[in-house]
């Protein structure tokens, strides 16, 4: 069993964003933030099963649901709108005492904010579990060369975000973990193939999960 609280912040343009905080009844010091895509959210395979795991281990979850496909933001710069939003909404947990350590898991439009937050002085060292990170963005680039503690970045060679040159150079930094999936695409599926995309999600989860609770 655990225990959730549901809360919101009143973000861009006065729209606003809710989260979710999940503690298990013997929860650790750990919190784990996720950070979902534009159209993939905590309600998506990866994130939502992400979540049961961290609860059955014993980890506390915080779950950032913003959604930017609302008309509302139609003419907003979702870019920077969720950095926007994301801050506001950490600003909210960061007084919990109990928490000494972060993991953050942040896929697509996610690892825009995830790259942003790394600017804090709590997240210094935390674990980040990049999923599909926009490696084409100079800033995320940077954040992943830049960052102290231990990191795992999860992509497919048939993502529209797959940097060939990039990648090759970030195989060489310490405490960095590539996970790169033949043929998988920016959705983490294989296209035109649902069992072989069941499978992979279960490849996918088993390793996320031991990523985030190895110490």
């Given amino acids: 069993m655990y225990e959730v609280t549901d809360g919101h912040v009143i973000g861009t343009n006065g729209i606003p964003v809710s989260y979710s905080y999940l503690q298990p009844e013997s929860s650790s010091d750990t919190l784990v933030i996720l950070l979902p895509g534009y159209g993939y959210s905590n309600d998506s395979p990866m994130f939502r099963y992400t979540t049961a795991l961290c609860l059955e281990n014993g980890l506390n979850v915080l779950e950032v649901n913003y959604n930017y496909r609302d008309e509302r933001y139609d003419s907003v710069d979702v870019n920077k709108a969720i950095v926007d939003d994301v801050r506001l909404v950490i600003n909210q947990i960061l007084h919990t005492d109990s928490v000494r350590s972060y993991t953050i898991v942040g896929k697509s439009l996610g690892t825009v904010a995830m790259a942003s937050e790394l600017t804090r002085n709590a997240f210094h060292d935390a674990k980040l579990v990049w999923l599909t990170p926009l490696l084409k963005r100079d800033d995320i680039y940077e954040a992943i060369q830049s960052h102290k503690g231990q990191q795992m970045i999860l992509i497919g060679t048939a993502d529209q975000h797959y940097v060939l040159e990039r990648i090759q150079h970030l195989e060489h930094l310490a405490l ?23 499978r992979l999600l279960e490849t996918l989860l088993k390793r996320v999960e031991q990523f985030i609770i190895s110490s």
């Fill in 176 to 198: 960095t973990e590539l996970e790169i999936i033949e043929q998988m695409n920016h959705s983490l599926e294989y296209t035109g193939n649902t069992y072989q995309s069941l």
